[in-house]
Each structure stands twice: as C-alpha cells, then as structure tokens.
C-alpha cells in the first residue's frame, strides 16, 4: 500500500533551506520549487529548530506482530476464551517463528477490547428449575435482605435481592 503523501527527497529541502537563507518569503519559496507554502514552513521550521532537513530517527522497537499475527490471535480467542497468553505466544512461535513475549499478546487482546476475564457459565434453567427457583425465592419473601446473603449461592439469589430492595414482591 502506498503512502498518503509524496516525500520530499533531501536535495528539494537543501533548496528550499537556500532559498530561505536568501530571505525569500514562503510564498515564492513554495512557487519556485512548486511544494505548497505549509510544506516550506514544515520544512524551515524544522531547518532552524533542529539545525538539520533529515528525516528523525524513530522512537522505540519496530512492531513484531503483522496484522495477520493479530487476527490469527484474535481468532483463536474467539474460539477459546479461556486460552492463555503463554500459549498464544508458543503458538504464535510455532506457527510463524515469531518469537513474542506473552506481553505483547496480551496487548493485542486487550487492543481488540477483550478483557481477561471470561464470562461465567450460565446453568441451563428448565421448568423444573425455575419453578424450584420461584418456590424458594417466595419462602424468602418475609425475611431480612441479610438473611438471603448468608447463602453462598449468588446466582439464585441476584434477582431475589433485586425484588426485594425494590419492594416487588408481587413479582415473586
């Protein structure tokens, strides 16, 4: 893919630096070397901060992982949650000989919005389950709120203490 913008080369900048130097304005600047006028200030501005028209070096590592990389991890989250950066990473080694620290797969996760928790499994509800559920909640219905968080089933008791605070006991 090719860039956005055309790159000036360096003998195009060394000019427009000598036509600076002789006090000419942006304007002619820009019309003698046909650059726009933004394109000569970027490039004076820069002459005259850093005393030089190259290009700066980059900051920081080059990426390791292609966008193929991030979708092969991507792909294999969405069909095991639960699978762990340590295996991605030896996956990911195994694969495409890319050796990665468990890290940068976990950045790539998270870039994608994932967090690293996994849903809780849900119990299947039946009609026998649920009529269980429902007995047991409208037992629940004269007692304190403190009296159904002693139970440490949750589950059954999220939409009870629900009902309960907002006094829907008609529901029950």
């Known amino acids: 893919m090719a ?13 427009i630096i000598e036509h600076f130097k002789d006090d000419k304005s942006m304007r002619t600047i820009g019309k003698l070397v046909k650059v726009s006028r933004s394109t000569v200030f970027a490039i004076t501005k820069r002459w005259i901060l850093r005393g030089t028209v190259e ?13 193929r990389n991030r979708s092969f991890i991507m792909h294999k989250i969405k069909k095991n949650p639960k699978l762990s950066a340590v295996k991605l990473a030896t996956e990911l080694e195994k694969r495409f000989a890319i050796k990665v620290n468990p890290e940068t ?4 996760i998270i870039s994608y919005g994932y967090n690293s928790r996994v849903a809780k499994r849900t119990f299947f509800v039946n009609e026998r389950t649920r009529t269980l559920s429902l007995d047991f909640a409208k037992s629940m219905i004269g007692k304190d709120t403190l009296y159904a968080q002693k139970y ?5 008791f999220s939409h009870i203490l ?9 529901c029950l």
Not at 105 to 108: E, T, Y
Not at 152 to 156: Q, Y
Not at 162 to 170: A, I, K, P, S, V
């Open 3 to 15: 860039g956005r913008y055309k790159v000036t080369t360096n003998s195009i900048r060394n000019l």
């Open 152 to 156: 440490p089933d949750t589950c059954r």
């Open 105 to 108: 797969v976990r950045r790539v």
């Open 162 to 170: 629900e009902f309960l605070r907002n006094g829907l006991t008609d």
């Open 55 to 67: 290009n700066a070096l980059k900051s920081g590592a080059p990426i390791k992982l292609t966008a």
